[in-house]
């Protein structure tokens, strides 16, 4: 939710505007300078059929009482009840933004269950949002919706980075590896994320473990909430190096953490579009990531970071070789990276197409 905050600001001075969010606190917003009105709705994460029915009777008739003209959804089970609800109550303009896909790496039964949860949604929708290129091209490969449907704002992301957040700080830097207890010398490996088996984690701990049989100036940092009870099998996983494994829970300052470390890596099995990477990039450093759709949008080979195969342990420690032993081939990817996150994916440049966007819905017209 945080993360839309900038949108959130700009739409309020433009449109009466309501957020309906999973929320104990209506007034969570107004320590952001933000007052507008909000409307709790609990939706759950994971399907609960009883309580998604009460979130979907609670929305059509949240919608029902008021006169809204768009209603806009992000998040997978947020988007399948908002846009049912929209189109029951016919809410004229309902716009999803898809940020990927929860069937990628499933198969079987599963993931043609998914497919279709996500089919029903785009059914409902008027209009779809995707945070990348090639996430558009593979709800369109697997006929998850037509084209005149899918649009990508601007060079993609849902929010964009805010540059003048996520950049070098040697001073917080110093004091982040000082707590960690981390020397100036050592490379930092950071993962910064949902602790899940989606996001690779347990292949980046074993990877980080073959990278200490080469070298021993490396360390690195989970930070994120533990969702699945892995940080005792990660450090299980590390054996004898766990003690250069460093963890954080959630946090509300990553930007300091990415300070803080020489290479970010997500090695995850899909991504909308691995958003971490580019505010990882504004703060100067490079990525070590899968290559997949959505995260290849993000981090370009080579370039601004190394790519590896999805789940290829052998590829993902090589990396990570590669940043250790190579300083100038590091310094240089990650200064490519800023220059490129800021280019392209500054957070400006995303509030003002979201701006437009609804504007031409709205108004059929660009925005002044």
């Known amino acids: 939710m945080f993360f839309m905050l900038p949108h959130i600001r700009m739409l309020q001075q433009h449109y009466d505007l309501t957020i309906i969010v999973n929320t104990d606190n ?19 994460r994971k399907i609960s059929v009883i309580q998604d029915l009460k979130a979907l009777f609670r929305l059509i008739s949240i919608f029902r009482k008021n006169d809204f003209q768009l209603i806009h959804s992000i998040a997978p089970k947020a988007g399948l009840l908002t846009m049912i609800a929209g189109a029951v109550s016919k809410i004229p303009i309902r716009i999803h933004c898809f940020t990927g896909q929860v069937w990628a790496n499933s198969s079987g039964m599963k993931r043609l269950f998914l497919k279709h949860i996500d089919k029903l ?8 949002l995707t945070d990348s290129q090639s996430q558009r091209d593979i709800l369109l490969s697997e006929k998850i919706a037509s ?34 207890d981390v020397s100036a010398d050592a490379v930092l490996f950071l993962f910064l994320g ?6 690779g984690v347990m292949d980046l701990a074993e990877a980080f473990k073959r990278l200490m049989c080469d070298t021993h100036n490396a360390e690195i940092l989970f930070v994120g909430p533990d969702e699945e009870n892995l940080q005792c099998k990660i450090i299980k996983s590390l054996k004898e190096f766990s003690n250069r494994a460093h963890f954080i829970g959630y946090t509300k300052t990553p930007e300091q953490y990415m300070m803080a ?38 981090v370009i080979d080579k370039e601004t970071g190394l790519l590896h195969t999805p789940g290829n342990i052998s590829e993902i420690a090589s990396c990570m070789s590669v940043m250790c032993k190579d300083v100038g081939t590091r310094n240089k990817l990650g200064c490519n990276a800023r220059e490129r996150a800021i280019k392209l994916f500054s957070q400006d440049i995303l509030v003002k197409a979201l701006k437009d966007f609804y504007y031409l819905l709205l108004y059929g017209k660009q925005s002044i």
């Not at 957040?165 to 590896?177: H, Q, V, Y």
């Not at 949902?194 to 996001?199: A, F, N, S, V, Y």
């Not at 691995?274 to 959505?294: D, K």
């Open 121 to 128: 949604t785009a059914l409902c929708a008027t209009h779809l």
């Open 194 to 199: 949902r602790l899940t088996r989606d996001k």
């Open 261 to 298: 470390a020489d290479v970010l890596c997500l090695p995850s099995y899909r991504e909308g579009f691995g958003m971490v990477t580019i505010e990882a990039a504004a703060t100067g450093i490079p990525s070590i990531a899968s290559n997949i759709y959505g995260i290849s949008d993000a």
């Open 26 to 44: 209506p007034h969570f917003l107004r320590p952001h300078g933000i007052d507008v009105k909000v409307m709790p709705v609990r939706i759950e």
């Open 147 to 180: 084209s005149k449907k899918l649009t990508v704002l601007a060079n993609g992301s849902v929010s964009g980075v805010d540059p003048e957040r996520f950049c070098a700080n040697r001073e917080l830097r110093e004091g982040i590896r000082n707590q960690l």
